[in-house]
C-alpha cells in the first residue's frame, strides 16, 4: 500500500514541477552516509523506492530529508524538495543494485568485442553474442530492444507522448589487448575479458570503455521502469557496435531512425564535457626491402594495435651482421639502451635478451589512450628514437624500418605536441594539439606507422592539413626516403553551454563528486561529436588517470557506484523536464 501510494505521489509530482538549479540539494557527503547507513547497519536492499524512503524517515539525524519526504508524500513539493527526490532516487538505485550491476559488468566484460581484421563489426559473432545478452537483459527489466542489424543496439524507456527523443550513447566494442601486457605489478596475471576485483578495482577489457556505461544506464533504466515513474521525454540507451573502428553504426542507425534531439555520451569525462577534439590519422607507408644479409638490421617492429591507443611495450628484432655473434651485439645494445635511457629520462626501460640467433629489445614504457599521450610513456616513439640514433652506432643497414625511424625521429621524436614538426598550436579552453605515435603494422609488402591526431579548435581541418603536407613534403625533398601518406582530419566540436538541460547536468555531476562547477574539453572524440545538442557526460574523473585502451584497464568499484547514482538521477531529471 506504502509502494502504490508513493508511486502514484511521485507521477503527479514529477510531471507538474519545474526544475531549476538549487543549491540545497543533498551534498555528496550526505549522499554517502544514506548509502553507508545501509551497510553499517548490515540492513538489506530496499524493497523499492518506497520502503528506502521509509527507512530515511526513521532517521532521526536526516530532519531536512524527512521534510521533503513528508512534503513528498503529500504531493506538495518545492522546486528544490523535487531534487532532493531525484537524488534519493539515484542513491537508491546504487543501494538497490550496486552488486547486481557489477555481475551484469562481469558478463559484458567477458565477452571479446575487440574488431577482428576482415570481418566487419556487425558479422562478428562476440557482437551478436552481446547483442543477444543486451536482449535477455533487457527482457529481464521489461525494457524494449530493438536490434539493428547487428550494429546499434536500441534499448527504450516505455514509449511516452510527446517531448524531446533524448539518446544515450555507449559503445560495445573495446580496442584490441596483448594478454602478456595484463601484469600487475606484484606479479599478478590477469585475463583481460574476466572481470576481476582487486583493490578495489574492476580489472577488465571494456571495464571503463564502456561497457560500465551500459550498464549505469540499463540500470537506471531499470529503476525507473519499476517505479513507475512516467517521463515527458523518451529516452533511448543506443549502444554503438564500431565506435573503436571504423565509427559506421551510428549513421548507419540514422539513416533508418530520426535524429535524437539530445545526445549525451556516456563514454568521457565529469562533469559536462562540451568540446571535443577533432580526431585525426597521420598514416606513413613504407615499401619493405631487404638488407645486405652481411649487415646488422632490424628485421621486425611492434608497436600498438589500434591507432587511438598507445601500447605498454614496443619490441624490435637486431639481426646480426654475419661476422658479429649475438652476444656481442647484444651487450652493445645494452651500452646504447643506458646512455639513451640516461638522455632521455628514467620513466621507461630497454630490456634486452637474445632468441634464436637474434637480439629481441623490448622498450617498456606506460601504456594510455592516444587522446592523451602525456598520461602515459610511448614506448614506440622511444624505439623508434632508440634505431634512429643509434643507426650509425650499430651500423645498420638501410631498410623500411630504419625509414620509419628517421621520419619519426625527425619529425616527432618524443614532442607530443607537433612542436618538432612545426603545426603546433593550442587554445585556451580546448588546450593543444597532440600528436602522438602510435600504430605499427608490418607485413611482406610494406610498413605502416600512424601518428594520431588530436587537434583543437583554431584552424580548420584543411589548414592542418595543408601544414602537415608542406613540412613533409620539405623532408622528404631533403631525403632519399621513399615513403608516401595519408592524413584524415576531422574538425572539432565546441558547443555553446546554455540550455536548462546542459546545467541541469552540471548541477548533478558537480554536486555528486564535490567537483568546481565549470564545463570541460576533452581530446577524445565520441559518437556525439557531429550530432546536436551533444554532450559528454561522464563517466571518469578528470583529475584520475584514464584507463580505457590501457593494458590492465580498471573501474573503481567507487566510481562505479556513484555513477549508477548520477546516472539514474541525470535519466529521470531530464526525462521530466518540459522545458530542455
Request: include cysteine; proline fraction near 5%; aromatic fraction near 8%.
Amino acid at each position: 500500500m506504502l509502494k502504490k501510494t508513493l508511486i502514484s505521489l511521485i507521477c503527479s509530482c514529477l510531471l507538474s514541477a519545474t526544475v531549476t538549479a538549487d543549491s540545497t540539494n543533498i551534498s555528496s557527503s550526505v549522499a554517502s552516509s544514506i548509502v553507508k547507513s545501509f551497510t553499517v547497519n548490515n540492513m538489506q536492499p530496499p524493497q523499492s523506492f518506497g520502503h528506502f524512503l521509509q527507512a530515511l524517515t526513521a532517521d532521526e539525524k536526516s530532519p531536512q530529508l524527512a521534510e521533503s519526504i513528508k512534503a513528498y508524500k503529500a504531493g506538495d513539493l518545492t522546486d528544490s524538495q523535487q531534487q532532493q527526490l531525484f537524488r534519493l532516487l539515484g542513491i537508491y538505485s546504487q543501494t538497490k543494485y550496486g552488486q547486481q550491476a557489477i555481475e551484469t559488468l562481469r558478463q559484458l566484460v567477458a565477452i571479446p568485442t575487440f574488431k577482428t581484421e576482415g570481418i566487419p563489426s556487425h558479422q562478428s559473432p562476440a557482437m551478436k553474442q552481446i547483442g543477444a545478452e543486451l536482449e535477455a537483459i533487457a527482457g529481464d527489466f521489461g525494457l524494449p530492444f530493438n536490434n539493428i542489424d547487428d550494429r546499434v543496439f536500441e534499448i527504450t524507456l516505455p514509449q511516452q507522448t510527446g517531448g524531446k527523443n533524448i539518446a544515450l550513447h555507449a559503445h560495445a566494442d573495446v580496442v584490441p589487448v596483448n594478454p602478456s601486457s595484463w601484469v600487475l605489478d606484484d606479479g599478478t596475471q590477469l585475463d583481460p575479458f574476466k572481470l576481476t576485483e582487486i583493490n578495489g578495482r574492476l580489472y577488465g577489457r571494456g571495464a571503463e570503455d564502456d561497457k560500465n556505461g551500459i550498464v549505469a544506464v540499463l540500470y537506471a533504466m531499470r529503476v525507473i521502469k519499476e517505479e513507475g515513474i512516467p517521463l515527458f521525454n523518451t529516452l533511448r540507451l543506443l549502444v554503438d557496435t564500431t565506435e573503436e573502428s571504423d565509427g559506421t553504426a551510428i549513421p548507419y542507425y540514422l539513416e533508418r531512425h530520426p535524429t535524437p534531439d539530445y545526445n549525451l555520451a556516456l563514454d568521457g569525462g565529469y562533469p559536462v564535457v562540451i568540446a571535443e577534439k577533432g580526431y585525426g590519422t597521420l598514416m606513413a607507408s613504407f615499401t619493405v626491402r631487404a638488407v645486405n644479409p652481411q649487415q646488422t638490421a632490424v628485421i621486425s617492429v611492434t608497436g600498438g594495435l589500434a591507432t587511438n591507443q598507445i601500447p605498454a611495450k614496443s619490441i624490435a628484432q637486431f639481426k646480426p651482421a654475419t661476422n658479429i655473434e649475438a652476444a656481442a651485439l647484444k651487450q652493445q645494445i645494452d651500452r646504447l639502451a643506458k646512455s639513451f635511457i640516461a638522455e632521455h629520462g628514467a620513466d621507461f626501460s630497454i630490456d634486452t635478451r637474445i632468441n634464436n640467433k637474434l637480439i629481441e629489445v623490448i622498450v617498456n614504457g606506460v601504456s594510455a589512450h592516444s587522446s592523451k599521450p602525456s598520461s602515459g610513456v610511448n614506448p614506440v616513439s622511444r624505439m623508434l628514437l632508440f634505431i634512429a640514433h643509434n643507426k650509425a652506432a650499430l651500423a645498420l643497414g638501410d631498410n623500411h624500418i630504419s625509414d620509419a625511424a628517421q621520419y619519426a625521429a625527425d619529425n616527432f621524436a618524443l614532442d607530443y605536441h607537433g612542436k618538432l614538426l612545426g603545426v603546433d598550436f593550442a587554445d585556451d579552453f580546448m588546450g593543444p594539439l597532440t600528436m602522438a605515435l602510435t600504430f605499427i603494422s608490418l607485413d611482406d609488402k610494406q610498413l605502416q606507422l600512424a601518428v594520431n591526431l588530436r587537434a583543437p579548435k583554431g584552424k580548420s581541418p584543411e589548414q592542418l592539413k595543408s601544414e602537415v603536407k608542406a613540412k613533409l613534403d620539405h623532408w622528404l625533398a631533403k631525403t632519399t626516403i621513399a615513403m608516401r601518406y595519408s592524413h584524415s582530419q576531422r574538425k572539432p566540436m565546441y558547443r555553446n553551454p546554455e540550455g536548462k538541460w546542459v546545467n541541469a547536468l552540471l548541477d548533478i555531476a558537480t554536486e555528486n563528486l564535490n567537483m568546481p562547477r565549470r564545463f570541460g574539453s576533452s581530446g577524445g572524440a565520441t559518437s556525439i561529436h557531429d550530432l546536436p545538442n551533444g554532450v559528454q557526460f561522464g563517466l571518469a574523473m578528470p583529475d584520475q588517470k584514464y584507463t580505457g585502451h590501457n593494458a590492465n584497464e580498471f573501474k573503481r568499484v567507487e566510481q562505479f557506484m556513484l555513477d549508477l547514482r548520477i546516472v539514474t538521477e541525470m535519466m529521470v531529471r531530464l526525462g521530466s523536464m518540459q522545458e530542455l
